[in-house]
């Protein structure tokens, strides 16, 4: 596995790391210690007024926290010290889109959330990261074969059990798609632990915390797993 700028810093959760990719139940990251709401900024704030729903809200905190917490493990500096931002590659409008550190240019940024889960990534390039429930079934078919290449979504429709094998699709479709291109790394891992698929698109070599979680598994083009994160026993410090 490659190490950070630091060449011998090595192992989970180091400062130093080239990326760092987190995955967490939104409840191990409200409880963490170091993580809470003030960390946003005032524009995040805003925007989570429009949100009704109560578990969707705390799900896009988790989700910003966690980055916060990525940045902080790669670049060294406090979660508070981290300030995100998001520009639309689109419209070139900032407060939505994807994230991005304005006081790092050289290092991409990705996070995702989705019913009670959360999961980001920094590290050098582009990268991008999505989680789905392991229950969660896309569809229907005709609209995933206009989504996603055609050869793909007949093969997993031709295994006994079509909705895994539509959901690994469907992550690596999402990764790709927020990391802004298709010729980079991609690895589909599950977390057993928190009932978890989740697609990491570039960050080679990146590392996780909790290499204690054995029930991951994992396939795809980037080589090592990276594993999930255990908030409660891994503090930012990575003691």
Not at 126 to 155: N, Q, Y
Not at 191 to 206: E, Q
Request: hydrophobic share 40%.
């Amino acid at each position: 596995m490659n190490s950070g700028p630091g060449r011998g810093e090595t192992g989970p959760g180091r400062v130093g790391a080239a990326a760092v990719a987190l995955v967490a139940t939104t409840a191990e990251v409200l409880a963490h210690p170091e993580l809470d709401e003030s960390l946003l900024a005032p524009w995040e704030r805003r925007r989570l007024v429009g949100i009704r729903v109560p578990a969707r809200r705390d799900d896009v905190v988790a989700a910003r926290l966690l980055l916060r917490l990525c940045a902080s493990r790669v670049t060294g500096r406090p979660p508070r010290d981290v300030t995100p931002a998001q520009r639309c590659p689109g419209c070139g409008r900032d407060g939505h889109g994807r994230p991005y550190l304005p006081d790092h240019p050289g290092l991409g940024a990705s996070l995702s959330h989705a019913d009670g889960l959360a999961a980001a990534v920094v590290g050098p390039g582009p990268v991008g990261i999505d989680v789905e429930p392991l229950t969660r079934r896309p569809g229907p078919v005709p609209v995933l074969r206009r989504l996603l290449p055609h050869d793909e979504v007949d093969a997993a429709c031709a295994e006994p059990d079509p909705g895994p094998a539509l959901l690994r699709l469907w992550v690596r479709r999402e990764a790709l798609f927020k990391a802004g291109r298709d010729d980079v790394p991609l690895t589909v891992w599950t977390d057993r632990r928190r009932a978890a698929v989740v697609a990491l698109a570039g960050a080679d070599g990146a590392t996780g915390a909790d290499w204690a979680d054995r029930g991951a598994t994992a396939d795809g083009a980037a080589g090592a797993l990276l594993p999930s994160l255990s908030l409660r026993q891994a503090p930012p410090s990575g003691r």
